[in-house]
């Protein structure tokens, strides 16, 4: 049950002491969500109800008249001793504070929305970028490992550093002071909050994961309202939560097979990143598959030109024929910069042709405007997160870096055009913060002691980057004493990884312990965990992230802003609001489902 919190409007608290707690209603209160989105309509009662009993109305009406369709009945939901009404699909098209309001009788409960419109269409095309889990310290890092900095001032500036418009964003979500990818990204991408681990759904008391009360995602709207392309594109996994928040559907982002159909029925345009495991049938070498659907296959039947390595990539792109592009270059995550461009450790002797998130940009961009309508499109650094929980923050600096040059290339391409908003954001924070330098000159026994802060920092000695702002060596005398706030047990090693990304723990019987592997490194120092034993890596932080945005409709962020806002933000540039009469296409037939059903896992974050 999700109790009641405090309700935001005058009205609702001025009758909130009368009513008894009971139920749910979702949407939920205080939930803002554009005028003419879709969504499902759904009621909780703690009992079993007689259904004539039920009246739930919408600002006093019948919600069957302002919904228009009757909703259906579950009794004892699930084998509970609870029921529910739900109404699939509907929408509100006037904007406007709507109360609802529904009892069975004896119990009532109420909620309160505001539904927005929107104005006129101020850009042709969104360009969002998503910093997963870029924290304020892989900024600064990133700015001094490719910039350079001495006497205070820095010799450079990152890309979305000289963005015109700022804000703080909150990433809470429903259930927890803590977001997760799946859920802040829903956030941006429905305008709705959600709950860790769940896509485009409220999470209610349904068991079956796709059967929560949906909302509409971003690539749904675009697809249903305009002939706008729409453009995915990830290092992590293409069905990993950032990328399959923009059009996913389920409770568990783990149902990675069902995220996969999802994302073919979804109409996008351009989907590049990782994650072809899933794409394959079951009975291919290396599939992630519990079925035989081949959506390789199904892609390249619907129009889709396939690339699996970077020229392949640049060379589909470069052909005006191509509208739409499926590129997938790794069965799982790609590798981060620093293994790509420096250390060639991870997975890169196996996968020598991975493109950069900067290459993988200007593929989308080249393909994505040849629509002449518009396009949005979705670019994640997912691998700034991949690497900041196992607390291997050089590797969430390079792939900071790597943001930084593809964010540079959606500036190129938006030039003195006027028509493009640019987003710069992370989902979510980690704990990491720069404290100081490490100088293995300084004199001392323990590593400890080579730590230098205050005036005792100086400046750390990495070389000068190449042409792409990466620092051709890592393992500097001087480098930053960069560390996290918040790990497992682990052996601190003062150092950069070079043997390949860090495993801090490792699991033993059900908690996760140092990873002795570590134990013998040079100066190498126990830290006890500071987070539950269960935790296998450095978590998430409810700390704001930090949003940059330029080009039409920017000037709609500042100050501190909830993740649910920067929707807001998007379909009013694309004015979204008002209804529209344009034709959408033929919706695409879903193969044989999915099987996966997917419980909940401690990997998922
Ligand atoms: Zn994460």
Redesign the pocket.
């Known amino acids: 049950m999700r109790p009641y919190v405090a309700l935001s409007s005058a009205l609702a608290c001025a009758c909130f002491a009368l009513v008894a707690e009971a139920g749910a209603i979702y949407p939920i209160d205080r939930a803002d969500f554009l005028a003419g989105s879709r969504f499902d309509f759904k009621v909780e009662f703690d009992s079993v109800v007689p259904s004539d009993r039920i009246r739930v109305t919408v600002n006093g009406t019948d919600y069957v008249q302002t919904f228009g369709k009757a909703g259906q009945y579950v009794p004892n939901e699930d084998g509970t001793n609870a029921s529910s009404l739900i109404v699939r699909d509907v929408s509100l098209a006037k904007p406007g504070r709507y109360l609802i309001e529904a009892t069975d009788g004896e119990r009532s409960q109420r909620v309160v929305w505001d539904v927005y419109g929107t104005g006129p269409r101020k850009a042709k095309n969104v360009i969002l970028f998503i910093g ?2 870029m924290s304020v310290a892989n900024r600064t890092a990133a700015r001094i490992l490719s910039k350079g900095i001495s006497e205070g001032k820095y010799y450079g500036a990152l890309s979305f550093d000289d963005m015109p418009h700022m804000a703080l964003i909150g990433t809470s979500g429903v259930d927890s002071i803590i977001t ?2 799946a859920n802040s990204m829903s956030a941006y991408t429905t305008g709705h909050k959600s709950s860790v681990n769940a896509l485009g759904v409220y999470v209610s008391r349904a068991k079956d994961n796709l059967q929560h009360p949906k909302v509409e995602t971003l690539t749904e709207l675009i697809k249903r309202k305009t002939r706008m392309a729409v453009g995915i594109v990830t290092d992590a996994e293409i069905e990993d939560a950032t990328p399959a928040g923009m059009f996913a559907h389920t409770r568990r982002r783990a149902d990675k097979e069902i995220i996969t159909e999802q994302l073919f029925l979804s109409g996008a345009d351009v989907i590049l990143g990782g994650g072809s495991a899933y794409f394959l049938p079951q009975a291919t070498a290396g599939s992630k598959r519990k079925d035989t659907n081949d959506y390789i296959s199904l892609f390249q039947r619907v129009g889709f030109k396939l690339a699996t390595t970077d020229a392949e990539m640049k060379s589909a792109a470069a052909n005006p024929q191509t509208t739409k592009l499926l590129g997938l270059f790794h069965p799982e995550n790609m590798d981060g910069a620093l293994d790509r461009h420096v250390l060639k450790k991870g997975t890169v002797p196996q996968f020598p042709d991975q493109p950069d998130l900067a290459d993988m940009t200007r593929a989308a961009l080249d393909v994505l405007s040849r629509n002449k309508e518009g396009f949005v499109l979705m670019v994640e650094a997912g691998i700034i ?2 690497f ?2 196992p607390l291997d923050w050089e590797r969430s600096v390079y792939d900071t870096i790597m943001l930084s040059n593809a964010v540079q290339v959606a500036k190129d391409f938006a030039g003195k055009r006027n028509d493009t908003l640019i987003i710069v954001t992370p989902d ?1 924070t ?1 704990g990491v913060s720069i404290v100081g330098t490490i100088d293995d000159g300084k004199p001392g026994t323990e590593m400890r002691d080579k730590i230098g802060v205050y005036s005792e920092a100086g400046f750390p000695n990495y070389p000068k980057p190449d042409s792409d702002g990466y620092p051709p060596s890592v393992d500097v005398s001087k480098r930053l004493a960069m560390f996290y706030g918040n790990f497992p047990d682990y052996y601190e090693t003062f150092r950069p990884h070079l043997e390949g990304p860090n495993v801090p723990a490792v699991k033993k019987g059900n908690d996760y312990v140092a990873n002795e592997q570590y134990k013998s490194a040079p100066g190498a120092t126990l830290r006890i965990g500071n987070l539950p034993r269960a935790a296998d890596t450095g ?2 932080t409810a700390d704001d992230a930090i949003l940059t945005a330029i080009g039409p409709g920017s000037e709609a962020f500042h100050g501190f802003m909830e993740n649910v806002e920067v929707f807001h933000v998007i379909v009013d540039t694309l004015g979204l609001g008002p209804e529209r009469s344009v034709k959408a296409p033929a919706p695409l037939r879903a193969p044989a489902k999915a099987k996966e059903k997917v419980a909940a896992s401690a990997a998922e ?1």
């Open positions: 997963d889990g997760d990818s997160d991949k900041n929980h979510h980690h978590t998430h974050h």
